[in-house]
Protein backbone atom coordinates (compact mmCIF):
# COMPACT_ATOMS: atom_id res chain seq x y z
CA UNK A 1 0.00 0.00 0.00
CA UNK A 2 1.41 3.51 -1.24
CA UNK A 3 0.97 5.06 2.42
CA UNK A 4 0.10 9.43 1.55
CA UNK A 5 2.88 11.42 3.75
CA UNK A 6 1.45 15.16 4.87
CA UNK A 7 4.76 16.79 3.55
CA UNK A 8 7.38 15.71 1.19
CA UNK A 9 10.69 17.07 -1.02
CA UNK A 10 10.09 15.46 -4.13
CA UNK A 11 13.28 15.07 -6.35
CA UNK A 12 13.51 14.69 -9.81
CA UNK A 13 16.76 12.53 -10.73
CA UNK A 14 16.12 13.03 -14.13
CA UNK A 15 16.56 16.73 -13.54
CA UNK A 16 19.62 16.15 -11.92
CA UNK A 17 21.12 13.53 -14.90
CA UNK A 18 20.41 16.35 -17.05
CA UNK A 19 22.18 19.04 -15.48
CA UNK A 20 24.92 17.22 -15.28
CA UNK A 21 24.74 16.79 -19.12
CA UNK A 22 24.41 20.14 -19.60
CA UNK A 23 27.24 21.08 -17.24
CA UNK A 24 29.59 18.56 -19.43
CA UNK A 25 28.48 20.84 -22.53
CA UNK A 26 29.77 23.75 -20.63
CA UNK A 27 33.00 22.53 -19.61
CA UNK A 28 33.78 20.95 -22.28
CA UNK A 29 36.55 18.19 -21.93
CA UNK A 30 36.58 19.43 -18.34
CA UNK A 31 35.41 15.70 -15.69
CA UNK A 32 32.94 16.47 -13.89
CA UNK A 33 32.93 15.96 -10.14
CA UNK A 34 29.37 16.07 -8.82
CA UNK A 35 29.39 17.40 -4.86
CA UNK A 36 27.05 15.24 -3.14
CA UNK A 37 28.28 16.51 0.34
CA UNK A 38 25.32 18.00 2.82
CA UNK A 39 22.64 14.60 1.65
CA UNK A 40 23.21 16.29 -1.91
CA UNK A 41 22.08 19.31 -0.82
CA UNK A 42 18.85 17.86 0.77
CA UNK A 43 18.42 15.82 -2.17
CA UNK A 44 19.35 12.32 -0.90
CA UNK A 45 22.95 11.33 -1.11
CA UNK A 46 23.30 7.64 -2.84
CA UNK A 47 20.10 8.77 -4.83
CA UNK A 48 21.27 12.13 -6.13
CA UNK A 49 24.68 10.27 -6.53
CA UNK A 50 23.24 7.82 -8.62
CA UNK A 51 21.74 9.84 -10.90
CA UNK A 52 24.91 12.03 -11.50
CA UNK A 53 26.71 9.42 -12.73
CA UNK A 54 23.94 8.25 -15.00
CA UNK A 55 24.71 11.70 -16.13
CA UNK A 56 28.38 11.45 -16.72
CA UNK A 57 29.89 12.76 -13.66
CA UNK A 58 33.18 10.61 -13.22
CA UNK A 59 34.13 11.87 -9.32
CA UNK A 60 32.03 12.30 -6.19
CA UNK A 61 32.88 14.66 -3.78
CA UNK A 62 31.54 15.27 -0.47
CA UNK A 63 32.97 17.57 2.26
CA UNK A 64 33.45 15.59 5.66
CA UNK A 65 34.88 11.98 5.45
CA UNK A 66 31.94 10.17 7.07
CA UNK A 67 30.11 11.21 3.55
CA UNK A 68 32.29 9.56 1.42
CA UNK A 69 32.20 5.94 3.70
CA UNK A 70 28.76 6.27 3.39
CA UNK A 71 28.85 6.79 -0.45
CA UNK A 72 31.31 3.31 -0.42
CA UNK A 73 28.95 1.61 2.11
CA UNK A 74 25.79 1.89 -0.54
CA UNK A 75 28.27 0.20 -2.87
CA UNK A 76 29.63 3.42 -4.94
CA UNK A 77 33.15 2.54 -6.04
CA UNK A 78 34.01 5.46 -8.29
CA UNK A 79 36.92 7.51 -7.43
CA UNK A 80 35.89 9.75 -4.14
CA UNK A 81 37.16 12.83 -2.83
CA UNK A 82 36.52 14.10 0.53
CA UNK A 83 37.22 17.67 0.42
CA UNK A 84 36.78 18.87 4.28
CA UNK A 85 40.30 17.80 6.51
CA UNK A 86 40.00 17.73 10.20
CA UNK A 87 42.10 16.38 12.67
CA UNK A 88 41.53 12.89 13.94
CA UNK A 89 39.50 11.51 11.22
CA UNK A 90 38.99 7.51 10.87
CA UNK A 91 41.82 7.91 8.22
CA UNK A 92 43.06 4.58 7.58
CA UNK A 93 39.23 3.32 6.75
CA UNK A 94 39.68 6.01 4.26
CA UNK A 95 43.09 4.75 3.06
CA UNK A 96 41.99 1.21 3.02
CA UNK A 97 38.55 2.02 1.30
CA UNK A 98 40.35 3.92 -1.79
CA UNK A 99 39.10 7.52 -0.73
CA UNK A 100 40.87 10.27 -2.27
CA UNK A 101 42.09 12.95 0.48
CA UNK A 102 42.48 16.31 0.59
CA UNK A 103 45.94 17.60 2.24
CA UNK A 104 45.96 21.01 2.76
CA UNK A 105 48.88 21.25 5.79
CA UNK A 106 51.55 19.64 6.99
CA UNK A 107 49.77 17.94 10.18
CA UNK A 108 47.65 16.59 8.47
CA UNK A 109 49.75 15.03 5.39
CA UNK A 110 51.18 13.23 8.49
CA UNK A 111 48.77 12.00 9.41
CA UNK A 112 47.45 10.61 6.34
CA UNK A 113 51.09 9.43 5.84
CA UNK A 114 50.39 7.38 9.43
CA UNK A 115 47.48 5.91 8.11
CA UNK A 116 48.58 5.09 5.04
CA UNK A 117 51.51 3.22 6.92
CA UNK A 118 48.83 1.11 8.55
CA UNK A 119 46.80 0.37 5.96
CA UNK A 120 49.71 -1.02 4.09
CA UNK A 121 48.76 0.65 1.43
CA UNK A 122 49.86 4.56 -0.51
CA UNK A 123 46.75 7.32 0.07
CA UNK A 124 45.44 9.12 -2.90
CA UNK A 125 46.17 12.63 -2.01
CA UNK A 126 44.95 16.45 -3.46
CA UNK A 127 47.13 18.70 -2.00
CA UNK A 128 45.11 22.09 -1.06
CA UNK A 129 46.37 25.46 -2.16
CA UNK A 130 45.30 28.73 -0.97
CA UNK A 131 44.83 30.54 -4.03
CA UNK A 132 43.12 33.61 -2.22
CA UNK A 133 39.63 32.34 -0.12
CA UNK A 134 41.73 32.37 2.75
CA UNK A 135 39.83 29.20 4.48
CA UNK A 136 41.59 25.64 4.22
CA UNK A 137 44.70 24.87 1.95
CA UNK A 138 48.08 26.01 2.27
CA UNK A 139 49.95 29.46 0.54
CA UNK A 140 53.09 30.81 0.05
CA UNK A 141 56.34 29.05 2.12
CA UNK A 142 54.25 26.97 3.68
CA UNK A 143 52.88 25.94 0.05
CA UNK A 144 56.28 24.97 -1.07
CA UNK A 145 57.07 23.19 2.31
CA UNK A 146 53.39 21.07 1.59
CA UNK A 147 54.40 20.20 -1.77
CA UNK A 148 57.83 19.00 -0.95
CA UNK A 149 56.96 16.83 2.13
CA UNK A 150 53.68 15.29 0.12
CA UNK A 151 56.76 14.17 -3.04
CA UNK A 152 58.64 13.23 -0.29
CA UNK A 153 55.89 10.87 1.13
CA UNK A 154 54.79 9.39 -1.77
CA UNK A 155 58.70 8.83 -3.17
CA UNK A 156 58.46 6.22 -0.01
CA UNK A 157 55.40 5.05 -1.07
CA UNK A 158 53.14 6.83 1.70
CA UNK A 159 51.29 8.42 -0.88
CA UNK A 160 50.00 9.66 -4.53
CA UNK A 161 50.11 12.61 -4.95
CA UNK A 162 46.66 12.52 -7.37
CA UNK A 163 45.77 16.38 -7.96
CA UNK A 164 46.30 19.47 -6.82
CA UNK A 165 43.24 21.50 -5.99
CA UNK A 166 41.95 25.12 -4.95
CA UNK A 167 38.29 26.94 -4.24
CA UNK A 168 37.16 30.09 -5.70
CA UNK A 169 35.96 32.78 -3.31
CA UNK A 170 34.01 35.47 -5.78
CA UNK A 171 33.21 33.22 -8.69
CA UNK A 172 29.27 34.11 -8.30
CA UNK A 173 30.26 37.49 -9.21
CA UNK A 174 30.65 38.05 -12.78
CA UNK A 175 34.13 39.97 -13.18
CA UNK A 176 35.59 40.36 -9.42
CA UNK A 177 38.97 41.18 -9.93
CA UNK A 178 39.22 37.86 -7.61
CA UNK A 179 38.52 35.29 -9.97
CA UNK A 180 41.70 36.67 -12.46
CA UNK A 181 44.20 36.70 -9.26
CA UNK A 182 42.86 33.35 -7.84
CA UNK A 183 42.89 31.59 -11.68
CA UNK A 184 46.90 33.39 -12.03
CA UNK A 185 47.87 31.99 -8.23
CA UNK A 186 46.57 28.26 -8.62
CA UNK A 187 48.66 28.36 -12.33
CA UNK A 188 51.43 29.18 -10.43
CA UNK A 189 51.05 26.75 -7.62
CA UNK A 190 50.10 23.82 -9.78
CA UNK A 191 53.31 25.06 -11.72
CA UNK A 192 55.01 24.89 -8.53
CA UNK A 193 54.40 20.98 -7.62
CA UNK A 194 54.65 20.21 -11.75
CA UNK A 195 58.48 21.11 -11.31
CA UNK A 196 59.26 20.13 -8.14
CA UNK A 197 57.99 16.55 -9.55
CA UNK A 198 54.80 16.01 -8.56
CA UNK A 199 52.52 13.90 -11.86
CA UNK A 200 49.37 15.15 -11.33
CA UNK A 201 46.23 13.73 -12.77
CA UNK A 202 43.63 16.35 -12.06
CA UNK A 203 44.06 19.66 -11.31
CA UNK A 204 40.99 21.17 -10.16
CA UNK A 205 39.74 24.84 -9.21
CA UNK A 206 35.90 24.92 -10.60
CA UNK A 207 32.47 25.57 -8.27
CA UNK A 208 29.27 25.37 -10.86
CA UNK A 209 29.57 29.24 -11.28
CA UNK A 210 32.97 28.45 -12.33
CA UNK A 211 32.35 25.62 -14.38
CA UNK A 212 29.59 27.51 -15.75
CA UNK A 213 31.14 30.98 -16.51
CA UNK A 214 34.86 30.75 -16.59
CA UNK A 215 36.44 28.68 -19.28
CA UNK A 216 39.55 29.76 -17.87
CA UNK A 217 39.56 28.32 -14.21
CA UNK A 218 37.93 24.53 -15.56
CA UNK A 219 41.84 22.91 -15.75
CA UNK A 220 41.15 19.07 -15.78
CA UNK A 221 38.00 18.89 -13.82
CA UNK A 222 35.19 20.89 -12.43
CA UNK A 223 33.03 20.21 -9.10
CA UNK A 224 29.20 21.55 -9.30
CA UNK A 225 27.19 21.45 -6.73
CA UNK A 226 24.26 23.90 -7.18
CA UNK A 227 24.01 23.18 -10.86
CA UNK A 228 23.41 19.71 -10.54
CA UNK A 229 20.26 20.40 -8.27
CA UNK A 230 19.05 22.89 -11.32
CA UNK A 231 19.84 25.80 -9.39
CA UNK A 232 21.85 28.57 -10.62
CA UNK A 233 25.11 29.85 -9.17
CA UNK A 234 25.16 33.10 -10.56
CA UNK A 235 21.40 34.63 -10.20
CA UNK A 236 22.17 37.42 -11.92
CA UNK A 237 23.44 35.25 -15.00
CA UNK A 238 19.52 33.74 -15.40
CA UNK A 239 19.06 30.01 -14.66
CA UNK A 240 21.98 28.68 -17.48
CA UNK A 241 18.90 25.93 -18.44
CA UNK A 242 19.07 24.30 -15.39
CA UNK A 243 16.36 22.10 -13.99
CA UNK A 244 15.43 22.47 -10.42
CA UNK A 245 15.00 18.96 -9.01
CA UNK A 246 13.15 19.44 -6.07
CA UNK A 247 9.82 20.17 -5.58
CA UNK A 248 8.97 20.64 -1.56
CA UNK A 249 5.29 19.93 -0.94
CA UNK A 250 2.61 19.53 2.20
CA UNK A 251 -0.78 18.58 1.97
CA UNK A 252 -3.05 20.98 3.71
CA UNK A 253 -3.87 19.62 7.36
CA UNK A 254 -7.16 21.83 8.26
CA UNK A 255 -9.38 24.15 6.58
CA UNK A 256 -11.38 26.41 8.03
CA UNK A 257 -13.66 29.56 8.17
CA UNK A 258 -12.60 32.35 10.62
CA UNK A 259 -13.77 35.55 11.70
CA UNK A 260 -12.38 39.38 10.77
CA UNK A 261 -10.26 40.01 13.21
CA UNK A 262 -8.67 36.84 14.34
CA UNK A 263 -5.25 36.81 14.72
CA UNK A 264 -2.75 34.17 13.74
CA UNK A 265 0.05 31.87 15.13
CA UNK A 266 2.19 33.18 18.01
CA UNK A 267 2.52 36.76 18.45
CA UNK A 268 -0.72 37.46 16.38
CA UNK A 269 1.50 39.17 13.75
CA UNK A 270 -0.88 38.62 11.44
CA UNK A 271 -4.75 39.34 11.54
CA UNK A 272 -7.51 38.76 9.25
CA UNK A 273 -9.44 41.74 7.72
CA UNK A 274 -12.74 40.19 6.91
CA UNK A 275 -13.95 36.41 7.15
CA UNK A 276 -12.00 34.23 5.47
CA UNK A 277 -10.62 30.69 4.98
CA UNK A 278 -7.38 29.90 6.62
CA UNK A 279 -5.33 26.53 6.02
CA UNK A 280 -2.92 24.97 8.01
CA UNK A 281 -0.06 23.72 6.50
CA UNK A 282 1.68 20.61 8.30
CA UNK A 283 5.79 21.88 7.91
CA UNK A 284 7.54 24.75 10.31
CA UNK A 285 11.35 25.44 10.75
CA UNK A 286 11.33 21.87 12.42
CA UNK A 287 11.67 20.95 9.11
CA UNK A 288 13.71 23.49 7.13
CA UNK A 289 10.74 26.44 6.43
CA UNK A 290 13.06 29.13 7.82
CA UNK A 291 10.88 31.25 10.44
CA UNK A 292 11.98 34.45 8.88
CA UNK A 293 9.88 33.83 5.88
CA UNK A 294 6.45 34.34 8.21
CA UNK A 295 4.83 36.74 6.70
CA UNK A 296 7.25 36.87 3.59
CA UNK A 297 7.28 33.78 1.47
CA UNK A 298 4.80 32.24 -0.92
CA UNK A 299 3.62 29.08 -1.37
CA UNK A 300 1.06 27.83 -4.09
CA UNK A 301 -2.63 26.66 -3.07
CA UNK A 302 -5.55 26.50 -4.46
CA UNK A 303 -4.75 27.61 -7.61
CA UNK A 304 -2.76 30.76 -6.56
CA UNK A 305 0.01 32.17 -4.42
CA UNK A 306 -0.45 32.42 -0.80
CA UNK A 307 1.71 34.57 1.34
CA UNK A 308 2.60 33.00 5.14
CA UNK A 309 0.20 34.13 7.20
CA UNK A 310 1.64 35.05 10.70
CA UNK A 311 4.70 33.22 12.30
CA UNK A 312 6.11 30.12 10.72
CA UNK A 313 6.00 27.47 13.71
CA UNK A 314 8.04 24.82 14.81
CA UNK A 315 5.42 22.00 12.95
CA UNK A 316 3.42 24.01 10.75
CA UNK A 317 1.62 27.22 9.78
CA UNK A 318 -0.59 29.42 8.25
CA UNK A 319 -1.99 30.61 4.78
CA UNK A 320 -4.87 32.37 4.08
CA UNK A 321 -7.02 31.77 1.20
CA UNK A 322 -9.66 34.39 1.35
CA UNK A 323 -12.96 32.89 -0.30
CA UNK A 324 -10.93 30.53 -2.69
CA UNK A 325 -11.69 27.16 -2.15
CA UNK A 326 -9.38 24.24 -0.89
CA UNK A 327 -9.71 21.31 0.75
CA UNK A 328 -8.24 19.12 3.37
CA UNK A 329 -5.67 16.91 2.13
CA UNK A 330 -4.84 19.33 -1.13
CA UNK A 331 -1.41 19.50 -2.04
CA UNK A 332 0.19 22.80 -1.60
CA UNK A 333 3.23 23.65 -3.52
CA UNK A 334 6.01 25.57 -1.14
CA UNK A 335 8.75 25.73 -3.72
CA UNK A 336 9.68 23.74 -7.13
CA UNK A 337 11.05 24.37 -10.66
CA UNK A 338 8.25 27.27 -11.34
CA UNK A 339 5.84 25.54 -13.92
CA UNK A 340 2.80 25.30 -11.76
CA UNK A 341 2.94 28.73 -10.63
CA UNK A 342 4.65 27.69 -7.36
CA UNK A 343 8.18 29.93 -6.49
CA UNK A 344 11.66 28.52 -6.83
CA UNK A 345 13.88 27.76 -4.11
CA UNK A 346 15.59 30.87 -5.92
CA UNK A 347 12.61 33.32 -5.22
CA UNK A 348 12.68 32.13 -1.71
CA UNK A 349 16.40 33.09 -1.75
CA UNK A 350 15.41 36.07 -2.61
CA UNK A 351 12.56 37.08 -0.12
CA UNK A 352 15.13 35.84 2.79
CA UNK A 353 18.34 37.42 1.44
CA UNK A 354 20.05 34.17 1.46
CA UNK A 355 21.25 31.68 -1.42
CA UNK A 356 19.29 28.54 -2.70
CA UNK A 357 21.99 26.59 -1.16
CA UNK A 358 20.30 27.20 2.10
CA UNK A 359 16.90 26.80 1.17
CA UNK A 360 17.20 22.98 -0.41
CA UNK A 361 19.65 22.02 1.95
CA UNK A 362 18.24 23.00 5.01
CA UNK A 363 14.97 20.68 4.41
CA UNK A 364 15.14 18.33 7.43
CA UNK A 365 15.28 15.05 7.97
CA UNK A 366 11.90 14.91 9.01
CA UNK A 367 10.63 15.32 5.33
CA UNK A 368 11.15 12.42 3.61
CA UNK A 369 12.69 12.58 0.27
CA UNK A 370 10.26 10.46 -2.69
CA UNK A 371 11.99 9.94 -6.42
CA UNK A 372 8.65 9.55 -8.25
CA UNK A 373 10.42 9.00 -11.65
CA UNK A 374 12.37 6.12 -9.01
CA UNK A 375 16.22 5.39 -8.89
CA UNK A 376 18.55 6.01 -11.64
C1 LIG B 1 30.66 22.57 -2.12
C2 LIG B 1 31.88 22.61 -2.91
C3 LIG B 1 31.83 22.81 -4.29
C4 LIG B 1 30.54 23.06 -5.04
O1 LIG B 1 30.17 24.41 -4.97
P1 LIG B 1 28.88 24.93 -5.76
O2 LIG B 1 28.93 26.39 -5.62
O3 LIG B 1 27.69 24.33 -5.07
O4 LIG B 1 28.99 24.46 -7.14
C5 LIG B 1 33.01 22.74 -4.98
N1 LIG B 1 34.19 22.52 -4.35
C6 LIG B 1 34.28 22.35 -3.03
C7 LIG B 1 35.59 22.10 -2.39
C8 LIG B 1 33.13 22.40 -2.25
O5 LIG B 1 33.22 22.23 -0.93
Known amino acids: MVMKVPAEARVDLEAIAGNVGMLRE ?10 VKAEAYGHGLAEAAGAALRGGATWLGVAKLAEALRLRDAGFTVRTLSCLGVPGEPYEQAVARDIDLTVGALWLLEEVVRAAESAGRAARI ?17 WEELVDAALKAEASGRVRVVGVMSHLACADEPGHPA ?11 VEYAEHT ?5 VRHLSNSAGALTLPQARFDLVRPGIALYGLTPVPALGGFGL ?6 VADAALVKRAPAGSGVSYGHTYRTTRETTLAVVPVGYGDGIPRHGSNLLEVFAGG ?16 DLGDDALSAGEEIILFGPGDRGEPTAQEWADALGTISYEIVTRIGSRVPRAYPGGAL
Open 197 to 201: GARLE
Open 26 to 35: RARGAEIMAM
Open 243 to 248: RPAMTM
Open 179 to 189: IAAQVGAFTEM
Open 126 to 142: HLKADTGMSRGGARGSD
Open 304 to 319: ARRTIAGRVCMDQFVI
